[in-house]
């Protein structure tokens, strides 16, 4: 019998009848003839509101605590569904994801899955049970509670459906699918109907609110189809899927905006071998996780400015972490600038097209925006711009490549 992974996130659990929905959703699945695995979010803002609450407690809470807390949210969710279940007639029965051997790492409030034990699931679908499992958690090899990052419920959702061979993980969601850029920013956004991994890969990553970029990897990695779609209607959504031939054509396919952004510029570093090495090795082992790496040379070569972008939280540690780097390196100055965004064009069609970089530089030039940084990848396309020019700059650009609704 095939297997079907669904998803819902918070949006979609966040009421009492809501929930009643998802639940009639997942029955519909099974009396269709699929073994049904549901994986929830926490109820509405609840992860939100708990976190407020720990900040309230604590200016700094551990953050083995915080996952401690975090998790409770989930662990409401999975059971009100599987009473809903139960009070529709069927039979279900919720895991949380310790329960499920969903094992981390113990990097808490953004630990990995090391592996998935699948048997637990597998025995209570053979016993024709919906099996509900908490998103977004896991448990060390230790037995101490991991969350594995905002959103990640998705990864929960993708990497067990790869750990039981389903045949698609559908994400219901608040929005109908995935959108050619933020419908409230530009409304000329369109639906997409399907992308390949790697795009949504570099969407996710580059701050297209809808999927959690770990999911995606799993889904690239293990062949997972995966089909966002919205938890209040049947119109079929976006379906992410391996690459095809025809793919190619469209050259962007997405235009995104980055805002929860930051750079970290370390000023008047000597311009020697290692120098490089020391200040991320200190940045690796506080796990902060570096977007673009910026290094420009200056004083005929015997200064540099390093640096690189992160999350404007992460920017903030970072800043400390290098504050105590100055003991072993000689920095002249630390700059820490939180009023940027980046905005990127995505598309596997610059793989075979070219001119791309010039038609960006171009439109925004006619904007009149500054752009900041410039960074590039196979696929993607991406500058760092002020704030206050970032909705303008992703305007621009949507239109400038053809995207807008009607064209
Ligand atoms: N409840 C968690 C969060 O809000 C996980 C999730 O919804 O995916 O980040
Ligand atoms: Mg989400």
Redesign the pocket.
């Given at each position: 019998m095939s297997i079907i992974v669904q998803k819902f996130?918070?949006t979609s659990v966040a009421t009492a009848e809501k929930i009643h929905r998802a639940a009639r959703r997942a029955i519909k699945a099974k009396l269709a003839g699929k073994q049904v695995v549901m994986v929830v979010?926490?109820m509405g803002h609840?992860?939100?509101e708990l976190l407020a609450l720990a900040k309230e407690v604590s200016p700094n809470p551990p953050k083995r605590e915080l996952d401690m807390l975090?998790t409770t949210?989930?662990q409401v969710s999975i059971s009100l569904m599987a009473m809903a279940i139960h009070a529709a007639g069927h039979e279900a029965i919720s895991f949380t994801g310790g329960q499920v051997g969903m094992v981390t790492d113990a990097a808490h409030t953004k630990a990995r899955i090391r592996s998935i034990d699948g048997s637990r699931i597998r025995r209570h679908l053979d016993e024709g049970k919906i099996v509900i499992v908490a998103?977004?958690q896991g448990v060390t090899p230790d037995g101490a509670i991991t969350t594995l990052g905002?959103?990640?419920?998705?990864t929960t959702a993708v990497a067990l459906a790869a750990a039981i061979g389903a045949e698609v993980c559908e994400i219901y969601t608040d929005v109908d699918g995935v959108y050619t850029t933020d419908p409230r920013i530009v409304p000329q956004a369109r639906k997409v109907t399907q992308i390949s991994y790697d795009e949504m890969l570099e969407l996710a990553s580059l701050g297209a609110g809808v999927m959690?970029s770990r999911s995606i990897e799993f889904g690239k990695k293990y062949n997972v189809p995966i089909h966002v779609r919205s938890a209040l209607t049947d119109t079929e959504g976006t379906m992410i899927v391996a690459e095809t031939k025809g793919m190619e054509d469209i050259v962007v396919r997405g235009v995104t905006l980055k805002r929860d952004l930051a750079t970290v510029v370390l000023q008047g570093v000597p311009n020697q071998p290692g120098m490089a090495s020391k200040i991320f090795a200190q940045i690796a082992k506080h796990n902060i996780v570096v977007d673009d790496i910026i290094q420009n040379i200056y004083s005929q070569g015997a200064e540099a400015n390093i640096g690189f972008s992160t999350t404007t939280d992460d920017a903030k540690e970072a800043a400390v972490i290098c504050r105590e780097l100055t003991k072993e390196v000689p920095i002249k100055a630390i700059e820490v600038d939180d009023k940027v965004a980046k905005v990127s064009i995505v598309g596997i069609g610059m793989k075979t097209h070219t001119g791309v970089a010039a038609k960006m530089f171009n439109a925004l030039s006619e904007a009149k925006i500054n752009i900041k940084h410039i960074s590039t990848s196979e696929i993607v396309i991406s500058v760092i711009v002020d704030l206050k020019d970032a909705e303008i700059a992703l305007r621009t650009l949507h239109t400038a490549f053809g995207l807008d609704n009607g064209e």
């Open positions: 996130g918070g979010s926490a609840t992860t939100d975090l949210g989930e998103g977004f905002r959103g990640g419920s998705d959690h």
